[in-house]
């Protein structure tokens, strides 16, 4: 009997491999409800077991809240059903694997300007404060450039009146506390001859590709 | 009499710019907390005794209504600070400014957790497309020569083509005024915030007059008589007419937004499962 139950749970856990990390929408991501569908009302104990495997890979599910709504105790059936579930990294990225997302440094560092930025600003912050501070660091062409590329790649939104908010990405991606508190709390400069040299040097070009390819 | 005309003048002078000072606190250009409250409600009180005139009245409501927005505004301020995620945006401003992007890198890859996916090719999918492949049939069948008969070149009225079907019988500025007429009253009756989901909108009966809605539907989003709110996450799209066109959208580089209006799409609307 107890073969059995593993055998099922062994069974729902490779379906629910499959539908988070091929991607069936346009976005990424599989909906609570969706995954209570394919793999029955026990959805939550195949997730919590698959998280569990992928802890030894430094990866993780990670669930997302309907309107950044984190419920504060066990999250209800109802809200799960409306969460969306990801599978992304759970450590943390050496800034030298960063190279192999195909991020310049420019355009990490923008983007984390401009999530911290906005976060400061209660979630909402005008499109020009945001250009004119990514245009302290960052050529007048590229900051333009830079932004509506957060933009596509789902980081950030815009409305019609030019305000930037953040979107579906950073909240499934990003930490954003934690975000703060680093930023509040660094000090020293951390310096990468090597990447620094590197990124002045260029191979923009294949970077682009890459990067439209990861993401 | 002069000079209760002249102190109704300046009366309406200040409410004008207490209008003004709020409207630019809606719009997040001026912070919430330089309006003393207090100060402003003493000189709505001061001058509202004066008030005679219908638009003396609405000018003093007005005020009333801008002053509550930037009390919820402040309250929303005062909500924010009180939650974990408050950073004195000057402090977070001055660190972002100082730090270089190699920190800056360093303190966001400690917070990132890029997304996971895969893309790979299956047996199964290999296999799917071999069979559609099989059943393909050759262009040269598919793209067969039509025989068409030459005519000579000719003249053709108006009313011969609306005969024809080839024209509606509106002009067609004049059908797109009138379509983006029924949105606004749609978005009065039904409409939640100024929008309407865009099924319940282009939603008709048949499927044929739901197509026709929805090809309307995008000129008025062209000729910016209406604009696209989308939620992806919730995916969930809604549509909302401007009070007047937006005459701006012409000049401005645009995007397409492709929205299927299949026949499954117009049963799920009917069966209430799809905004």
Known sequence: MRKKTKGVYASKMKRATHMLFYRRHQKPGVKGWELHKALGADYPKVLEILDDYLKSLDLQVKTVFEEEKTPSGKPSLEELGKARFYITLRGELAPKESKMIGWRIDDLAGLAVAIAHIISKKGQAPRKDVEKLLGEKLPGWKVGFNIDRYIRYGYLQQDDNDQLYLDWRTRAEVDEKALINLLLRSEAQTTLPSEASNEENGEEGVEEQEEEENL | ?275
């Open chain 2, 1 to 275: 009499m002069q000079a209760k005309k002249e102190q109704k003048r300046f009366g309406r002078e200040k409410l004008q710019r207490i209008i003004e000072m709020c409207t630019a606190i809606e719009n997040r250009t001026v912070d919430p907390f330089l309006l003393d409250v207090d100060n402003i409600i003493k000189v709505v009180k001061e001058y509202f005794p004066q008030w005679e005139e219908a638009d003396e009245f609405n000018l003093d409501s007005e005020a009333i209504h801008h002053l509550a927005s930037v009390i919820k505004l402040q309250s929303e301020w005062v909500k924010h600070c009180s939650t974990s995620l408050y950073t004195d945006p000057f402090l977070l401003e001055e660190k972002i400014t100082q730090a270089s992007k190699e920190e800056m890198l360093s303190v966001f890859l400690k917070a990132w957790h890029p997304l996971v996916e895969l893309e790979q090719l299956s047996i199964h999918s290999l296999a799917e497309a071999m069979r559609y492949w099989d059943g393909l049939v050759p262009l040269k069948e598919r793209w067969l020569d039509l025989d068409v008969q030459e005519v000579a070149m000719g003249t053709a009225s108006r009313d011969e083509l609306v005969q024809q079907r080839v024209l509606g019988d509106k002009f067609f500025s004049e059908e797109l005024e009138g379509y983006w007429r029924e949105l606004k009253e749609k978005v009065k009756e039904k409409g939640v915030g100024g929008k309407i989901f865009y099924w319940d909108f282009v939603g008709a009966d048949t499927y044929e007059d739901t197509v026709e809605r929805a090809f309307l539907t995008s000129f008025l989003i062209t000729y910016g008589y209406a604009t696209l709110e989308i939620h992806p996450l919730e995916e969930e799209i809604f549509i909302k007419p401007f009070d007047k066109p937006n005459t701006e959208i012409l000049t401005q580089q645009s995007i397409s937004i492709p929205i299927a209006v299949t026949y499954e799409s117009w049963q799920k609307w009917k069966r209430g499962e799809l905004y």
